[in-house]
């Protein structure tokens, strides 16, 4: 008999019935499977578990009594890790239900009442792969590119909060991978020692695994972690293009959200990552050389369309008081929308530096700006526009 090779509750089910409890019982011990935790509940109370603690990699979820599946499926796969393998169970025997939740990434659906043969041949094939395997539909983090046009805009500033708040307040798993290997500041920014495997990993691609992907995470939280170096100044840096590529390949399925701190430079590397990136965070100040240099990115960027994106933000607006280029005639200029504009701010960018802070749960001007530019990542419509929906509905139903 094949033993699986799972770490301590790598394997968790909620299910709604007794009866389908104990044949999960049954099918995990013909399977000879170990550290399986069995919870009573179904997605509603997944939501609520993983919202607090790190899912595993395999997952059961019942949707019986859920009167939207594929969109509490939907909600459950923004809080659970990307990569995490889920076998949904419901009582209704649809086809089109069963497509929808194939789209979503759902790895099986199988039909409640369980039976033990059934469910056996999922659970082996959800492991071994035995029987199906649909790895290529497996839900893998976005990529997020902060690069700025300047020197000194803010890029680092804005890209280590964005990840603090993203992590701490909207609990998304991300991490953020600083590029700069011999200036780069994250570590800085957090308090922390970095991270001196970085340089190997590029350079070697070959010996880049889960393992060594591990050892190179330094935790900022239990959702935030942060991959920084400083290597020497009198030595040149020689890591390739592929060793980044497989780095962030790997980095896509463990963290839903993988955000890059691009050196001010382009090379091959700033180019590669880019190419892989679903969204570009362009940080600008409002001079003509930010407004040349905005242009030049978004033209190595490429195209926007499906899954790639590119959002402007115009940072420390009021900081030269005099000869700024207006927010509309860079917009003209640019030939693209200033999606964020974040005021010049003299005092918390520099006490957050000193004092290794985020902005985190703090009430500012600035920390405000920034949730704006998180919501806008994650597709959250702020509860303005949301009552304005709502609003709109209303007086079109006459009922207002």
Not at 60 to 82: F, H, M, N, Q, T
């Amino acid at each position: 008999m094949v033993v699986a090779k799972t770490e301590p509750n790598q394997f968790i089910a909620f299910l709604e019935s007794s009866q389908d409890l104990e044949i999960a019982r049954e099918a995990f011990k013909s399977v000879n499977l170990k550290n399986v935790e069995i919870i009573q509940g179904g997605v509603k109370e997944a939501i609520t578990l993983f919202s607090q603690r790190t899912s595993p990699r395999y997952l059961i979820v019942d949707v019986s009594k859920s009167d939207l599946p594929v969109s509490d499926l939907s909600r459950l796969s923004e809080v659970c890790e990307p990569g995490v393998i889920v076998l949904a169970v419901g009582e209704r025997n649809d086809v089109g239900l069963y497509r929808d939740l194939m789209r979503l990434g759902i790895f099986e659906y199988v039909v409640s009442p369980l039976f033990p043969e059934i469910l056996t041949r999922a659970i082996k094939s959800m492991i071994f792969g035995e029987e199906k395997t649909k790895s290529g539909q497996s839900k893998t983090g976005k990529v997020i590119s902060f690069v700025g046009s300047r020197g000194g805009v803010g890029t680092t500033f804005l890209s280590t909060n964005f990840a603090a708040i993203l992590s701490k307040e909207k609990a998304r798993r991300s991490v953020v991978l600083d590029l700069d290997l011999q200036f780069g500041t994250v570590p800085l920014y957090f308090d922390l020692k970095p991270s001196y495997g970085l340089r190997d990993v590029l350079e070697n691609p070959d010996r880049i695994d889960n393992v060594f992907i591990e050892r190179l995470l330094t935790p900022v939280n239990d959702r935030l972690f942060i991959i920084g170096s400083e290597e020497p100044l009198d030595e040149v840096m020689k890591y390739k293009t592929e060793g980044l590529e497989v780095l962030i390949s790997y980095l896509a399925k463990q963290f839903h959200y993988v955000i890059i701190d691009v050196p001010h430079y382009s090379n091959a590397i700033t180019r590669s990552v880019l190419g892989s990136s679903h969204i570009l965070v362009l940080v600008t100040d409002s001079s003509l050389g930010g407004l040349r240099d905005s242009g030049r990115l978004i033209s190595l960027f490429g195209g926007e369309g499906t899954g790639r994106r590119v959002i402007v933000v115009m940072n420390k607006m009021g900081n030269y008081v005099k000869n700024e280029v207006k927010v509309t005639d860079f917009e003209q200029a640019l030939n693209h929308k200033i999606n964020h504009v974040i005021d010049f701010d003299n005092f918390n960018p520099l006490d957050c530096i000193n004092n290794a802070k985020t902005l985190v749960n703090q009430e500012s001007a600035l920390s405000g700006s920034i949730r704006k530019i998180v919501d806008d990542v994650i597709g959250a419509r702020p509860m303005s526009d949301s009552k304005n929906i709502i609003t709109n509905f209303l007086k079109m139903l006459k009922l207002k």
